[in-house]
């Protein structure tokens, strides 16, 4: 990371909200670009931007600028984030200690699932993923799940998009993903036959809140085994039971 270049604008950008963050009251441009010592046009363009994606608003009859609407949703989602993250942790390590696998909590962000939370497998050979991850929902177990939970609305909007094939495995016909996403919900869990890399295999399972919601999937990778079905009921098994006892801790009543 610290070899990335930055974007200066991008920068320019991050500092007039850093400087925002405070002033409840608003400032102006003039008193933004004097501050940051920045060009009237350089922070002009940028303000320009950040209002029309609703990060900044203007404030009152002399165009102070305040923080925007749009920081609401990003704490609202961060803040779930994190309190899932938080219940969830303990249970995932519990999980990981029982089967010794990968234990993944991924959350659905438009049309891709983001790992969120993991907890590696402590082994040398063992299915591995990094925290910030993102996966198409239809190739993948954990995409599966927070796919097949969607609005119907979303679900045929998503089957009629470009389906990509990874694999051989990959289901990429509409009607086939349609009829697995109907048997995800049917069976309460989803399964990964080597959709996205050949060698490797998941289970996911659904994480209920207290509204009865699909807020993230639980999933547990791991690597192809020869007696797949065996591997696959030994997961499966423990999944499902700490599955269950995470939507309990996020106020989830069977």
Known sequence: MENMKSVPAIEKAIAILDYLEDKYEGATLSEISTSLGLAKSTTHGILKTLTKFNLLTLKGNDSRFVLGPKFLSYAFSAEKSL?????????????RDQINETVKISVKNKNLAVVISKI??????????????????????AGKVLLAYSPTSEIEHY??????????????????????????????FAEDRGERFPNVRALACPLFDYKKEVVAAISVPYLATPDEEAEKQRVLTSLIEFAQKISEALGYRY
Do not use: C, W
């Open 83 to 95: 309190d899932i993250i938080q219940v969830a942790y303990p249970y995932m390590v519990e999980l």
């Open 159 to 188: 089957l009629e998009s470009n389906l990509e094939k990874y694999t051989d495995y990959t289901i990429v016909d509409p009607a086939l993903l349609r009829k697995e996403l109907q048997e995800v919900v049917k069976k309460g």
């Open 120 to 141: 590696e497998a402590q082994k040398e050979y063992h299915a591995t993923s990094r925290i910030g991850a993102q996966f198409p929902l239809h190739a993948g177990a």
